[in-house]
Each structure stands twice: as C-alpha cells, then as structure tokens.
C-alpha cells in the first residue's frame, strides 16, 4: 500500500502563537487514510512538543493550559512588504531540524499539505519547494483554507502536483488511486472519523469539533463558504472522542474549534455537558474561537462554570449599532451584557472571560474602536483586538477592489489596516487601551 506523508507547514508571519492551534482537517483526512490502509507518516511543523526539539527549548515558551510560544526564525520579507518596519519570522520547528526529518520519509509515494490562512501561503510554498529537494519522486497534493478561498493563486503559484480546494474527499482518493471508496458527504465523514492525535509523540491539549459551519452569515466570515450547511456532530462519537483525549491520551486541556458552539443548544450542547458532568472528566475546557452571547442563558453559564471552561470567549466585533446590522446582526450589546451577568452569576471569574473587538476596518475610525473598548471596560472582561483583514470569498471581499488588486500577503491581519486607511500609531494606541483595560482587571 502507498506510504502518504501528511505535513502541517510552518507559518510565515510577523507574529503567531500556539492558542490550541492544531491541523485538525489533516488529522480527520490522516483517520481516514489509515483505516483505507494506507501506511501513513506525519510531521506537524507547529508541534511544540515534537522529539527532535530540545527540551529546554520547548519548556521555556510554555503558557497556560498548554498554550505558548512558538520557536521562530527571523526569515527575509518578500519584496511587496519590504518597508514594513516589522519583522517577519518562520514559525514553527527549525529549518534544519525539518529538513533531516524529511529524510526519513524518502520512501512517500505521496505528501499532502495542508494551510490555514491565505496569507500564510509562503509556508506552503518554502515546504513545497524543500520537499521537491528531499523527496523529488513523490507527488505533492496541497489543500485547506487556502486553496479553497484562492485557488488559481495556488494553482498557478505553489508548484504542488495537485490543488485540491474545498471539503471533498473523492478527488483526494481518486489521486491516490482508491477508486474503490465513493467518498463521504461532510456530516457523515466528520461522524465516522475522529482527529489522529495518536501521531503525536506528546500531547497537553488537544482541539476538537462538535459541530461544523454556522448558521450566521457575518460579512466579514466565510465559515458558510468552507462549510455549506451547518451540522452538530453525533453526542456517542464527540463522548468517544473525549474518553480518548482524556483518559487515553492524558490531555489536560481541550479547546472547541467550533464555529457555532453554542447554536441550539437545548438539543446540542446542554445534554452533551450534562453528559460531560456526569463522566467527571478531569479536563479543562477552552472556547478560542469564541462562542455567541446571544446563547449565553442562566443554564449555559451554569453548565459552563460546572464543566470548568477555562477560557471563554465572546465575538461582539463593535458596539455600534449600525455596524453590527450591517455585518450580520450576530449579537447585540444588550446579549453582550446579559451573557456576561450569566457567566458572572454562575460563578465564572470575569478575568476569564474575554470579548472580541474588532479594529481596522476601512468603515471604522479609531474613535468607534474607542467607544467599544470603553463599552467592554465597563462590562469588567477581558478585551482581545482582532485587527480586521478583508478574507477572499467573504461578503465583505465584493467591495475591497484594493485587495483584489495586491498580492495576498497583505490580507495579514498585522497590516491589512494600513490598506483600510489606519496607521501603524492608531492601530498601537487600540492595543494600549485595551492593555491598560485588561491589566486593571
Ligand atoms: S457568527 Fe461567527 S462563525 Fe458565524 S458567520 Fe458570524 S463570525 Fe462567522
């Protein structure tokens, strides 16, 4: 049977931090390859905690529940974004380190990539082209965010033998040669498989999926457009699923990649938790993603203090009125505060609870951004600035001809603003407000 080696690439950027990030796609796509027969390899370039990284090293970028710093490596900036007075770093495993773990795997037939943000693409890019010098003779099929939101840019630029966009697995099997398998829909793939964790050599936390896609349609998202329908995984296999990460594998901390966490959840999340209290797991939970206030009830906030979410996060993006109709109507600031005295009155300390702003948007100025710091600080949470870049295929993507036009490393949320009409000094002077809010929590 082919040997299939699966890569997770570094990430090329100005900043990065390991909060729970894990290829948990590649991982499904690995579950599913193993169990077709294929003997399978696999090298996350963003695992902290891989072997061929000292201990010491590793030990010393480690924070909170698993979280931490990756290694990184000061790497030239490309030409487009020379004069940006940052810089710019490959995260992830050393070069060299990558380099001689690829020669253990002479032997793949074939190596599949996968990528995350569009403007991470010179990751893909450097690995392809180390990949093509170490293991010239196997076929190299890309996929993930990237390519599915822009695919003529992969398919022209990558040098990958394939692109393979979007989220089926029939063209990845024909590739391989299993024309036997017709391939799985999405709900019925993501409810027969479950994230190979078992490759790795150690493990803190682990992220995972309860449900898929997300019944909003914010325009500045395109969780609709990599998901087309949105679907709750079944209770038996997401209980499964923690038995191993908890009691097999040892993992102490869980974050939620979900889109929609808390959407329905008199038939999804309240009885699945009711469930997790009565398995007393050991655990810690974390909701990075962030969940919605609008589903933040009396009985949520109690299930989530009782199950000990550690880390919860809220999206609310802007205070204003107009821009949160205008973008989707996801939440309102009434649902912000009451979802907030919930999770306070259930017992949940509010340094644990952290709400999303958003700032540099070309239809906001930073007094709007002000405002909504203010409106959090006096909601007494934790504040987190997502500096806004315009995502290919997102609603908000049809009128930003400018982007269109640039090279697609400047959708990098570090200075996609300064296309918005921001400066380096605005953007700094949000993110010292919201220090100063979160330090005199
Ligand atoms: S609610 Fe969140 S995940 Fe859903 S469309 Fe809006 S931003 Fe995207």
Request: hydrophobic share 40%; proline share 4%; aromatic share 12%.
């Amino acid at each position: 049977m082919k040997k299939i080696l699966l890569i997770n690439p570094w990430i090329y950027d100005f900043s990065a931090f390991d909060l729970w990030l894990k290829p948990i796609g590649l991982l499904y796509i690995s579950s599913f390859l193993e169990k077709r027969g294929f003997r399978i390899s696999y090298l996350d370039c963003l695992d902290r905690y891989h072997n061929a990284l000292n201990e010491e090293r590793s030990k010393s970028v480690n924070r909170k529940y698993g979280t931490g710093r990756f290694h990184a490596e000061v790497v030239e900036k490309p030409d487009t974004i020379k004069s940006i007075p940052r810089r710019f770093k490959r995260f992830g495993i050393p070069y060299s380190i990558v380099r001689k773990e690829l020669r253990k795997e002479k032997d793949a037939d074939v190596i599949l990539i996968t990528s995350v943000m569009t403007y991470w693409y010179q990751g893909v890019f450097e690995m392809i082209k180390l990949l093509r010098k170490e293991i010239p003779d196997a076929k190299i099929i890309l996929g993930g965010i990237y390519p599915t939101l822009l695919t003529e840019h992969a398919l022209k630029e990558s040098g990958a033998d394939v692109v393979i966009p979007g989220l089926d697995f029939y063209p990845l099997l024909r590739e391989l040669g299993d024309n036997e398998e017709k391939g799985f829909m999405p709900e019925e793939f993501f409810n027969t498989f479950s994230p190979a964790y078992h490759l790795y050599e150690r493990l803190p936390y682990v992220s995972m999926l309860t449900s898929l896609g997300c019944p909003f349609h914010c325009t500045y998202c395109v969780s609709n457009l990599l998901v087309k329908r949105f679907f709750t995984l079944s209770h038996e296999k997401i209980l499964d699923e923690f038995d191993v990460y908890v009691k097999k594998l040892k993992v102490k901390d869980i974050a939620f990649c979900d889109d929609a966490l808390l959407y329905n959840s008199e038939k999804h999340f309240l009885p699945l938790f009711e469930e997790v209290i009565k398995r007393k797991y050991s655990v810690r939970f974390h909701t990075p993603n962030g969940i919605n206030a609008r589903f933040i009830t009396k009985d949520v906030a109690e299930i989530l203090y009782k199950c000990n979410f550690k880390t919860i996060r809220i999206g609310l993006e802007s205070c204003q009125g107009d821009f949160q109709k205008v973008t989707g109507g996801k939440v309102t600031n009434e649902e912000i505060s009451i979802a907030v005295s919930n999770l306070a009155a259930a017992g949940i300390p509010k340094e644990n609870i952290g709400i999303y702003i958003m700032a540099g948007r070309e239809d906001e100025k930073i007094d709007d951004v002000i405002k909504t710091l203010r409106f959090v600080m006096h909601l007494g949470t934790k504040v987190f600035v997502s500096e806004y870049s315009p995502v290919p295929g997102s609603i908000d993507w049809k009128r930003v001809e400018n982007f269109k036009r640039l090279d697609p490393i400047w959708q990098n949320n570090s200075i996609a603003f300064l296309k918005n009409g921001w400066t380096f000094e605005e953007m700094q002077k949000v993110k010292d407000i919201k220090n100063q809010i979160n330090r005199t929590d």
